[in-house]
């Protein structure tokens, strides 16, 4: 599966993914569970790949940036 997440793209999830899963610890109630959500752009940033991406031909890494 080749990379399409480059590095600041990858920080960006990455702070963005801690900010959705914190949302547990201070919605209250029901809403809190929204903050599990974080876990897609954490799960992105882990494997350097977006399904969106490949989906629409998006890539923010350099061309050589495969595995």
């Excluded at 959705?20 to 929204?34: N, Q």
């Excluded at 897609?40 to 629409?56: D, E, Q």
């Amino acid at each position: 599966m080749p990379q399409n997440i480059g590095h600041a793209d990858r920080v960006i999830r990455i702070v963005a993914g801690i900010v959705l899963l914190s949302l547990y610890f201070l919605l209250p109630g029901s809403a809190r569970f929204v903050g599990f959500i974080g876990f897609i752009p954490l799960g992105t940033a882990i494997v350097r790949w977006c399904p969106l991406y490949s989906l629409f031909g998006l890539r923010t890494c350099p061309l050589g940036g495969t595995k």
